[in-house]
């Protein structure tokens, strides 16, 4: 007898999404000047609300915003009530995690079990975290007494809308410097429901400025010349550009970009952990992770059988409804990702790999995409080369650790790994020559605020998080 | 006076541990502070700048594989062989147009710099690594890495400026191609013949001679070297050096206003480091 899941979605009625949305500045939701756009469901495609564009003129108006808060509020204010409003502003995020959490899967189209367990509690973390940064930062590491940088132009993606929008703003706020962020065109709900947390908390008008927007919003922002300091989570083709565009500035810059972990599976591995570990490293937020394991790397021989149970761990996936308690994978973030990803395995297919999923109904309406498997491929395949940002994974072999390491590294990437073994020695072994800014060993998409995460190579410059994350924000 | 000839030094790279001329087979002329002929230095090509950047690349597994106690017990070599070679040093530096006590001064700051260096290959980690408390059952620790090839051009300064730009590269691991002063390029060669005599392995640093304009823009746009050191660049060219240096992403330190006999800190050595965080699940 097969015991089927009953249907357990998540109320919508904790949301209130307005019908338009203008640009947070200086404290106030003002007009934005640009041509709005809309931000719709990825689940199902209904208009979920009208966003503002920000124009040169809107971007300026809020860097003066952030610059006029620095100089006259936030600059002078002592770390220790500093400290206490990033405290605030993470308990009101603990208070309104619900709300967060639904808003997010529902912009997003991640699983109500992610945002809920995942994305809104390390968002609160990482403001309590550097909470207590803020009068110790004498402490650091970086000099007696560290000054801030001034107004931050922060640019974030759509995967992680209000983890990265806390990654960025709480170290920020933190070491005294005030931000302009841009969220994500497709997934900017959360980030607006941030500025009324914002206001809730008293935070001084100014510190913390919302600017929606496309591309070009962000372009302006991170040109305008009124900004000192740079960060940016998205691609490392739009990171090439902006590391371009800051050339001769003086601008401080950090770039968390792409990725294309290998995720090493020894002969010794405890299987089942590692077929949980595989699939939570590739299929975790529909793969929409720039530290995503995407490239298995198993030793030949246990390749057969490890293929064969994560197969049937696939299998059992539950792909749908975001709001649903029950849903594994949700909907893929957007239509233009969707063409992306079923481009690149059509790619996969034309150059002979073997591709399989599950047999799984997607609905009808919406963005999905069965999770994905491709065995019979080799390094020079475009699926192993390129970066997909899917629930796609390219299944390689390896012989002796010396080969694992060699093909791990075979990218120009630097983000993460992963490494499964039951032997500590061969696991340090294998950590110690691996050319990622994250390892996990037996464990794979662990984050934590104390933990510094960023990449080598081509994923980018400087750490997020911990004590390391703290320079990028202060005048060292 | 002696009736003698002196056998005059040919000033060539350092490239891989071995002293070629330049594959193009030029070279130019260095003068002293009055003008006058004191050697043709190599002047370096841009594939002698490639070549350069292949010899670091195959030098770096070696170095950053070494312990860091080894690291700094040859790098407090090279301190031994300069303190020995001082009076050449010395007379280098009196070419430039300094005075003899300027120079001294010079070397021996110079040297006490190296040393300074090298006692901090194994303390890099425990200052710059970190254990991390996690909010779950995991041992979590970052520790500082190497980030590669580290492309240097160093400042008109020509002993105590390079070795404040040279040492800190690759105290932690990084394999180096440095730039020497185009002015005065002298004492980077000699320095080369100091590291060569050291027990430091071949290509962990080259060195050229040569126009700073021609070759540093190779290797900004160099795919194969993961940072470059702009100290000894103009304001003028950082621009359009740090543009060619996105097309890897590579770590840019910009140049400041230095004075090369100031306590120099740490950021030089940082500014070469990858923090890599590793987690582990802890359980029975």
Request: glycine share 10%.
């Amino acid at each position: 007898m097969v015991f089927e899941y009953a249907p357990a979605p998540e109320s919508r009625d904790v949301v209130d999404i307005r019908a338009s949305y203008g640009l947070f500045i200086g404290g106030e939701f003002t007009d934005g000047h640009g041509d709005p756009f809309k931000s719709i469901n990825p689940a199902d495609e209904t208009v979920l609300a009208e966003i503002a564009t920000a124009n040169a003129a809107d971007v300026d108006r809020a860097v003066k915003a952030a610059r006029t808060a620095f100089d006259k509020v936030w600059g002078p204010m002592p770390g220790r009530e500093r400290a206490k409003y990033l405290y605030r502003i993470a308990r009101i995020l603990q208070e309104r995690a619900r709300e967060l959490a639904v808003l997010e899967s529902i912009d997003n189209g991640k699983p109500i079990r992610e945002s809920r367990d995942v994305d809104v509690p390390l968002a609160a973390a990482h403001f309590f975290y550097h909470a207590g940064w803020a009068d110790k930062l004498g402490h650091a590491g970086f000099g007696a007494d560290p000054r801030p940088i001034g107004v931050a132009g922060q640019v974030i993606p759509w995967n992680f809308p209000l983890l990265m929008l806390a990654w960025k703003i709480a170290p920020a706020l933190a070491c005294g410097n005030t931000v302009v962020l841009k969220p994500a065109e497709t997934t900017p709900l959360t980030a607006l429901l941030f500025a009324d947390i914002c206001r809730q908390a008293d935070l001084p008008p100014g510190v913390v400025n919302i600017v929606t927007g496309a591309g070009d919003t962000g372009r302006l922002l991170v040109e305008h010349e009124g900004v000192g300091k740079v960060a940016f989570t998205g691609s490392t083709e739009v990171g090439r550009l902006i590391a371009r565009s800051a050339a001769g500035t003086g601008k401080k810059l950090t770039l968390e970009l792409g990725g294309k972990a290998a995720n090493i599976v020894y002969d010794d591995a405890p299987l089942d952990q590692a077929v949980e570990g595989i699939v939570n490293g590739i299929f975790f937020n529909q793969g929409h992770v720039c530290c995503a394991g995407s490239r298995l790397l198993v030793q030949e021989t246990i390749a057969d059988e490890l293929l064969d149970r994560l197969k049937a761990r696939m299998a059992t996936l539950r792909i749908g409804d975001p709001l649903d308690k029950n849903t594994d994978v949700g909907a893929i973030n957007s239509a233009e990702q969707l063409e992306r990803i079923r481009a690149l395995a059509a790619v996969g297919e034309q150059e002979g790999a073997e591709r399989w999923s599950p047999p799984c109904e997607l609905p009808e309406r919406g963005f999905w995409f069965a999770p994905t498997v491709f065995t019979g491929v080799s390094q020079s395949h475009r699926v192993v080369q390129e970066e997909i940002f899917g629930p796609v994974l390219s299944a390689l072999t390896f012989r002796t650790p010396d080969e694992a390491v060699a093909k791990a590294n075979n990218t120009p990437y630097g983000l993460s790994a992963g490494i499964w073994t039951e032997k500590g020695s061969r696991m340090l072994w294998t950590a110690e020559r691996l050319r990622a800014g994250v390892v996990w060993a037996n464990t794979f998409n662990k984050f934590d605020p104390a933990s510094p995460f960023g990449g080598y190579k081509e994923s980018g410059f400087g750490r997020e998080g911990g004590r390391h994350g703290l320079e990028a924000y202060l005048d060292v | 006076m002696s009736d003698r000839l002196a056998v005059r030094k040919t000033y060539k790279l350092f490239i891989g541990g071995a002293f070629p001329r330049s594959e193009s087979g030029r070279s130019y002329v260095v003068t002293d502070a009055k003008g006058r002929f004191v050697a043709n230095a190599s002047h370096a090509s841009r594939k002698d700048a490639r070549d350069a950047v292949t010899a670091a690349r195959k030098a770096f597994g070696g170095w950053s594989g070494r312990t860091a106690y080894n690291r700094g017990q040859i790098l407090y070599r090279v301190a031994e062989v300069l303190e020995g070679r001082a009076a050449q040093f010395v007379d280098e530096l009196r070419q430039t147009g300094v005075t003899k006590p300027q120079a001294v001064a010079q070397v021996d700051a110079a040297i006490d710099r190296w040393v300074w260096y090298a006692g901090w290959a194994d303390k890099l980690a425990a200052v710059a690594g970190s254990a991390n408390p996690v909010s779950g059952p995991f041992f979590n620790f970052s520790t500082p890495e190497p980030t590669g090839v580290v492309a240097v051009v160093a400042p008109d300064s020509p002993l105590l400026g390079l070795v404040s730009v040279v040492a800190p590269a690759i105290v932690s691991g990084n394999t180096a191609v440095v730039v020497a002063s185009e002015p005065a390029p002298l004492p980077a060669v000699t320095l080369a013949e100091v590291l060569a005599t050291s027990d430091l392995p071949g290509g962990v640093v080259n060195i050229l001679t040569g126009r700073r304009a021609e070759l540093a823009p190779w290797l900004a746009s160099h795919m194969d070297v993961n940072a470059l050191d702009l100290a000894g660049v103009g304001a003028d060219a950082v621009a359009a050096l740090e543009e060619a240096a996105a097309g890897n992403l590579k770590r840019v330190v910009r140049p400041g206003d230095i004075d090369w006999a100031d306590e120099p800190g740490t950021a030089r050595m940082t500014a070469f480091l990858e923090t890599k965080t590793v987690w582990h699940p802890v359980g029975v």
